[in-house]
């Protein structure tokens, strides 16, 4: 099926860690100094025989090496548990970003909102549908809140045409999947690589005839496959300004037959196997009016 963008991502040690660390150096060698010459002079000083005297330094050392296991493990907890900390906040802070940007592009032509956090649902519930895990789901619902992101930079005389787009309006439109993609370029976090991948990527087609870049089949990332279908079957479903929402059947239908043409055939069927579930999401989210252009030749959701 594919896989999701890897993390190259490495998180720099805080201040507070690097504090940790050096005094944690400094009291680990003036304690081992301490005890080394603290219990030589005892055992000097206690009159032992020979024997009595090599059994109380192998006793000595034994002592040490518990003491420093002990210390070591506590040591470490700490550190773990920092770094996890460090990392929840970096992911806190791409998880804030995706959020505030995620309305902004929405503001544009979704006017009373709900598409974006739909897709997000969706996306979950398909993605551990097909066998990923938990963290990978949580990371790709994320990522889909930004699919449509590149649509801050499409100009309003377009993206808010009431009408039909002239060919040449429909290839500036076209354009938010590089915008998107443009817009988040440059981070090494995986959330952000996985926003941008998903941004690129939706509106390729499983038989090479999408956009941007004519990605056929399984060159088409994982993440793009899934958020594909999802959006689509959200466009389908939720009133729009120039048509009432389909039902979930007729929507399904359209998407089945869409499948090997325009869709992963998988994630189509895995979209079948959970329409329960994704409709349980969007009975509660209630779909809004929006100016998003949809047919079932040309798609810009």
């Not at 005094?23 to 603290?38: C, E, M, P, T, V």
């Not at 979950?124 to 990371?139: F, V, Y």
Request: glycine share 8%; net charge negative; charged share 25%.
């Amino acid at each position: 099926m594919g896989s999701l963008v890897e993390s190259t991502s490495e998180l720099r040690p805080a201040p507070q860690a690097v504090t940790d660390q050096r005094r944690f150096l400094a009291i680990y060698y003036f304690a081992s100094i301490g005890w080394i010459l603290a219990s030589d002079w005892v055992l000097s000083h206690l009159g032992l025989s020979p024997t009595a005297l090599h059994y109380g330094e192998v006793l000595k050392g034994i002592v040490y090496v518990v003491l420093v296991g002990f210390i070591l493990s506590r040591l470490v907890n700490h550190f773990v548990r920092s770094a996890e900390g460090a990392q929840q906040e970096a992911l806190d802070a791409q998880v804030e970003l995706v959020t505030k940007l995620a309305r902004a592009a929405e503001y544009r032509d979704d006017q009373t909102g709900g598409h974006n956090e739909r897709i997000a649902c969706y996306s979950r519930i398909l993605a551990r549908e097909i066998g990923m895990d938990e963290e990978s789901c949580e990371l790709i619902s994320f990522a889909a809140v930004l699919h449509d992101v590149g649509k801050i930079g499409i100009p309003d005389s377009v993206l808010l045409k009431p009408g039909p787009l002239s060919p040449d309006e429909r290839r500036v439109i076209e354009r938010h999947t590089v915008l998107g993609a443009e817009l988040l370029d440059g981070t090494s976090h995986v959330l952000g690589k996985l926003a941008r991948s998903v941004a690129l990527s939706h509106h390729e087609r499983w038989d090479g005839n999408g956009y941007p870049r004519g990605l056929k089949a399984e060159q088409i990332p994982l993440e793009g496959r899934i958020v594909a279908v999802c959006d689509v079957y959200d466009a389908l479903t939720s009133k729009r300004l120039y048509k009432e929402a389909w039902s979930p059947e007729s929507a399904i239908a359209e998407i089945k037959a869409g499948a090997a043409t325009a869709f992963d055939p998988d994630i189509v069927e895995a979209l079948i196997r959970v329409l329960p579930e994704i409709e349980a999401i969007r009975r509660i989210c209630t779909p809004g009016e929006t100016r998003i252009r949809f047919s079932s030749d040309e798609r810009v959701a």
